[in-house]
């Protein structure tokens, strides 16, 4: 049955594929250059253009400054695909190396490392966030910390659980016949196994990292406000909702495709897994 | 006419045959056996009884009559009923059959609510049903969860639902695969029994020959998707006019059966999967005398030319009669020259020369010795004071049910076992209870080959990388194409990862590896019973042959009395964590024996079951025992009787009395 169902859900994943790449590979190539791509200065003030909706002269419109809502939106992208990305390495290689040491060492080990990130996952990750940003002020450093410590017990329990899946099969058994022991035989049996829970995980994480810096920099926990960065903006214009809501749909709806794009790729790299395991 | 006909039925999946104009009947009170390797279409044709192909499979011709009730052309509704009234399957997987979350009462009586009786009828006919499979205390089963009762029980419950249809037509599908040999026996003795007293129609789906020998009429061998012999079963089983069950045959170990004396032939390659059918015989390009033209015509099953007088005896072959000599002859098969559908399968490798029949093993002075080892998981003792001693060059035999502490002890001795009383050494040296903390040298010395050749092969590394660095660790020859030539891999199977190989190809490839260091000591825990039969010849072949060549000794071990009878110098009788006999392997398994290996090797019938649990201070068997003494066995420690060659027995009955085999009883 698999002979004939697999053709098929190959050539559903790969579309799903292809659409979510495209949508992050240009949203990239947005990020990276920007100032050659903006019509108008991001910040560039105009008094005399307040307000107007979308139109030739301007795309998508201006807001209460008379900003160009088109040029913002494309400079927002460099923030939020530099915090995410960031953010998502981070929590990722932290998470997989708790993860496999738990799953590892297992006994003690393992359950202090559960039961601080149970600790770290139960404590409110705003509050948490406000606390830090108090204390240590608002910096892309500070955003990238926050969000990778809030994704690392999440990391770190499926790759724990794949861990401890592999753990049982006889190969590793074979390998500790051989005189290979706990973390030289993680690295080198158990590793290359559980490599594909990591790169599902991380694609995951990416899409939860980027909502999670808008919520920030909506929230005025990251991006300042007057950032051209998508949650600060929809924050800033949503004052005038009614009178100009072409300033809060676009960040928003940006916002929307880069999420609705991650998640296509994370849905097609655990579809192939899966296939590929059954 | 009543009874089961099938008349030139046919399936496809995807349009590819897998069932191909497969035509018998079975009558009332009857038993029909198909036999055949996994993929010819077994499984198939016993879902097509009650119209259950899978998803993806459509009955594409012929006719399926129970008792002149035409299954393939009832509607719907009519299907449903006569599904309810007259079918009932038994599947292979007791504990998937039953419903975890229920009682088995409620299961029974919902089972038998279906077929139409009240609420009231169904709970009183509950305990009636679990009486005819012979459950003990029908009333306590009832109350239990299906976790609670043993596999065997499990397979009970589930043969009960199915009676309580009172069906017409009765399909076994593999029903005591993975059961212990005891078990196994019991459940067979119940089916004997009770389709006499159904008068149903039973056709017995299984891959074990030996088992449909014992229980069916007639029997039915399917090849490809047809039927290429079927006659009564003591003939085809017997004396094959065809040459794949002839190849069957000599493929199969039986008891009595050693690699001394009587050395089994694999056979090469592999059923065609379906679809991949080329002209002609589809057996012809594993058929050691096939000719031009059973490679361009599909034979005819025609009347077989022994004259048996004891039914209608069909063959579907070109020669038929001829070549049943041939195939069951000790010397390994000729290379096929039909090598062109599958290079990548080297399952059909023909073994080296060195099968031939040879004297016993040198004595070897002593390589591994067990002295007093118990180990304990909570308060479940999993063995209990165990002395094993393996001389060089020795294979060790240790059979026992499941529970019987036989993995925990080879495990123990591997070095991934946990710790406890009791030494072992090796070379008088002792050894560390866990592999890592022992000396690289001793590691070298004991290697293992797993149970399940799909998880012990690390999926992300080629077989090279594999036996590379295994050699490496080990000390051994850095020559993986070595090591897989010698176990009979191809060298192109080097570069695959393990999920490109046959479950054969695995098995062979971990063989490579517990050698890849030379060592003394090879624990094998149940390396063949996840393989098919004609694979598990072809592993076993192989594991006599690196045992010859190399002077290793092996500690092996198998539920299948049969399997270890073949390869055992010596063998050792585990039940409940302990040695109840240990002694040369024929003396062993005929006797005189302990009762408890007589009730494995099937010339004691076992005792009425759950009397006791065996906690008692005397013999762990007595409980069970059918020559128990009463007040010596259940109280004392039973005596160890020495039979001489150092055959021992732990029993309280005198050597006289003790059971042996009875002569000519030979299984297949």
Not at chain 2, 119 to 148: N, S, T
Not at chain 2, 205 to 216: E, F, K, N, Q, T
Request: glycine share 10%; with cysteine.
């Amino acid at each position: 049955m698999t002979a004939i169902a697999l053709p098929y859900a190959r050539r559903r994943h790969g579309a799903a594929l292809g659409i979510g790449a495209a949508i992050i590979v240009a949203w990239a190539v947005v990020a990276a250059f920007w100032p050659q791509l903006v019509p108008y200065e991001p910040d560039l003030l105009d008094p005399a253009s307040r307000f107007l909706p979308p139109g030739s002269a301007h795309w998508l419109g201006t807001d209460q400054f008379g900003r160009d809502t088109f040029s913002r939106l494309l400079a927002g992208s460099r923030p939020v695909l530099l915090v995410a990305p960031a953010a998502t390495a981070l929590a990722v290689v932290a998470g997989a190396l708790v993860g496999l040491a738990a799953g590892t060492y297992g006994g003690v080990v393992d359950e202090i490392v559960m039961r601080v990130l149970d600790a770290v996952v139960v404590f409110p990750s705003i509050i948490a966030t406000v606390l830090v940003v108090a204390l240590a002020g608002r910096s892309v450093t500070v955003m990238v910390l926050v969000i990778a410590a809030s994704f690392v017990p999440i990391v770190a329990r499926s790759v724990r659980a794949a861990t401890l899946v592999e753990r049982e099969k006889s190969y590793v058994e074979a390998a500790r016949l051989r005189g290979e022991r706990s973390w030289g035989l993680t690295v080198r049996e158990i590793l290359p196994n559980v490599s594909s829970t990591v790169i599902v995980e991380a694609t995951s994480r990416f899409g939860d990292a980027i909502f999670a810096a808008a919520t920030l920099s909506f929230l005025g926990l990251g991006q300042p406000p007057g950032s051209p960065d998508w949650g600060a903006s929809v924050s800033d214009n949503r004052l005038w909702l009614q009178l100009a809501p072409w300033t809060v749909l676009a960040p928003a709806l940006a916002i929307a495709s880069l999420v609705v794009g991650i998640a296509l790729v994370a849905d097609a790299l655990r579809g192939r897994w899966e296939a590929g395991r059954s | 006419m009543s009874g089961l006909r099938v008349e030139e039925l046919s399936v496809a999946y995807g349009g590819k045959v897998a069932v191909n104009g497969v035509s018998f009947t079975v009558a009332p009170g009857q038993t029909y056996g198909l036999v055949g390797e996994s993929g010819c279409g077994k499984t198939t044709i016993g879902r097509a009884f009650g119209r259950q192909v899978a998803r993806s499979g459509l009955i594409t011709g012929g006719r399926i009559v129970v008792d002149d009730v035409d299954v393939l052309g009832l509607s719907p509704a009519a299907l449903r009923r006569w599904r309810a009234e007259a079918l009932a399957v038994v599947q292979q997987e007791a504990s998937a059959a039953l419903d975890p979350t229920m009682r088995i009462g409620t299961q029974l009586a919902q089972a038998l609510r279906a077929r139409g009786r009240d609420r009231a009828a169904a709970r009183q006919e509950v305990p009636e049903l679990l009486e005819r499979v012979r459950l003990p205390d029908p009333a306590a089963i009832a109350r239990r969860y299906p976790h609670q009762l043993s596999g065997g029980q499990q397979q009970r419950v589930v043969i009960a639902a199915a009676l309580a249809a009172r069906p017409r037509l009765l399909v076994l599908d593999e029903p005591t695969t993975g059961l212990d040999a005891a078990v196994e026996r019991e459940i067979l003795d119940l089916i004997g029994e009770l389709r006499t007293e159904l008068g149903a129609a039973v056709v017995l789906i299984s891959h074990d020959l030996g088992l449909v020998g014992r229980l069916c009429d007639r029997v039915g061998v399917l090849y490809a998707g047809r039927l290429v012999e079927e006659g009564p079963a003591g003939k085809v089983l017997s004396d094959p006019a065809h040459p794949y069950p002839a190849a069957l045959l000599a493929s199969t170990p039986g008891l009595g059966r050693n690699r001394r004396t009587h050395p089994l032939t694999a056979i090469p390659g592999h059923p065609p999967a379906p679809g991949e059918q080329q002209d002609g015989c589809s057996f012809a390009p594993r058929c050691p005398l096939a000719d031009d033209l059973c490679r361009s015509t599909v034979p005819t099953l025609s009347t077989a030319p022994d004259g048996s007088t004891a039914g209608l005896h069909l063959v579907r072959c070109h020669h038929p009669g001829q070549t049943a000599q041939a195939v069951s002859q000790p010397e390994p098969l000729p290379e096929p020259q039909s090598a062109a559908s599958r290079s990548a399968e080297s399952d059909r490798r023909p073994e080296s020369a060195v099968s031939q029949p040879s004297p016993l093993p040198p004595d070897g002075g002593p390589l591994l010795e067990v002295r007093g080892l118990t180990r304990r998981y909570g308060k479940t003792v999993a063995v209990d004071g165990v002395d094993l001693v393996i001389r060089r060059g020795e294979v060790v035999g240790l059979v026992g049910e499941s529970g019987s502490g036989k993995t925990t002890l080879a495990r123990t001795v591997a070095g991934l076992g946990g710790r406890g009383p009791g030494t072992i050494t090796l070379r008088g040296r002792p050894l560390h209870p866990s592999a890592t903390r022992r000396a690289p040298e001793q590691r070298r010395a004991i290697q293992m080959v797993f149970q399940n050749p799909y998880s012990s092969l690390n999926p992300s590394h080629t077989i090279r990388t594999i036996l590379t660095k295994a050699a490496r660790s080990l000390g051994g020859p850095l020559d993986p194409a070595g090591l897989a030539h010698e176990a009979g891999l191809d060298a192109h199977v080097l570069d695959a990862r393990p999920e490109r190989l046959s479950g054969g190809q695995r098995q062979r490839a971990a063989i490579a590896r517990a050698f890849a260091g030379v060592p003394d000591l090879v624990v094998c825990d149940e390396p063949v019973s996840a393989l098919d039969v004609s694979v598990q010849a072809g592993v076993l072949r192989l594991l006599d042959d690196r045992q010859r060549a190399s002077g290793t000794s092996y500690l092996f071990i198998s539920h299948d009395l049969a399997v270890v009878g073949y390869l055992a110098d010596r063998i050792a009788v585990m039940y409940r964590g302990q040695v109840v006999e240990q002694g040369p392997a024929e003396q062993v398994l005929h006797g005189p024996h302990h009762p408890y290996t007589a009730v494995l090797v099937g010339s004691h019938p076992p005792a009425p079951p759950g009397q006791g649990d065996g906690a008692g201070t005397g013999c762990r068997f007595a409980a069970d025992c059918p020559s128990r003494v009463d007040g010596l066995c259940d109280t004392s420690v039973p005596p160890v009787r020495d039979l001489g060659q150092e055959h021992v027995v732990h029993c309280h009955l005198d050597p006289a009395r003790l059971p042996h085999r009875a002569q000519g009883s030979t299984a297949p």
